[in-house]
């Protein structure tokens, strides 16, 4: 990481100066925006506002956490989501997350396939949320680039090494139209400024990658934002 000091010396002596994607500031958003009031996405009584994708069992802990796990009797094939019924545009969105050592989760942000083709019958490697909107990686152990906490998946790896495994983690995303900045535990870890040919709005979607993984989420709140300029 560059210092001030060796910032001010690059500068001085026209050094070029290379700061690294992973350490990074957050880049500037573009507009003005007013940023509404924050707004609980789960009730922690039930999945209403919800709908399951996929064979993934979702349930409602007696302390109000959310659990996504695979029956034994009836594996899930492939990935199971769980997604919104509304959509959103621009948002802040956070959460706190609990997964498996070596478990595989995510969350889905302007995916407009609703994860239709990452399970079942219809599924298509090339068609998951990732590839259609954007995906937030959670995974535990130790994942490398993209499979790093925090990463926008297959486009910006997170900086590693901020998870607390086998622990609960804060995940903040800010999604703009013009750039996502992910958060873990209150460090910036990652940013995109998303693709051009990609929806600019969508449901938000939590995943259950496989049939060995498990993951728990608590605390899902949203705050959305308008552009005044």
Not at 28 to 52: C, Q
Not at 167 to 193: A, C, F, M
Request: proline share 5%; glycine share 10%; net charge positive.
């Amino acid at each position: 990481m560059a210092t001030a000091v060796g910032i001010l010396l690059a500068l001085a002596f026209g050094i070029p100066l290379v700061i690294s994607a992973q350490t990074a500031p957050p880049q500037r958003r573009s507009g003005v925006f007013r940023v509404g009031p924050w707004i609980e996405l789960f009730n922690r009584k039930n999945l209403d506002g919800w709908e399951v994708i996929g064979d993934g069992v979702w349930m409602v802990l007696r302390d109000g956490v959310l659990l996504g796990q695979c029956d034994p009797r009836h594996p899930c094939l492939h990935q199971s989501w769980l997604y919104t019924t509304r959509q959103f545009g621009e948002f802040d969105l956070q959460l706190e997350y609990w997964t498996r050592l070596a478990g595989n989760s995510g969350v889905s942000i302007r995916d407009t396939s609703r994860a239709r083709f990452a399970v079942g019958a219809q599924w298509d490697r090339n068609r998951t949320p990732s590839h259609i909107g954007y995906e937030i990686q959670i995974g535990s152990g130790s994942g490398k680039g993209y499979e790093v906490s925090g990463s926008v998946y297959l486009l910006d790896a997170a900086k590693p090494g901020i998870q607390r495994d086998s622990d609960w983690n804060t995940l903040q995303i800010e999604s703009r139209n013009d750039l996502i900045v992910v958060r873990l535990n209150g460090t910036v870890v990652s940013q995109h400024p998303g693709l051009p040919e990609r929806s600019k709005t969508g449901p938000i979607g939590l995943q259950l990658h496989d049939k060995d993984s498990i993951v728990m989420f608590r605390n899902i709140r949203i705050r959305e934002t308008t552009r005044t300029r």
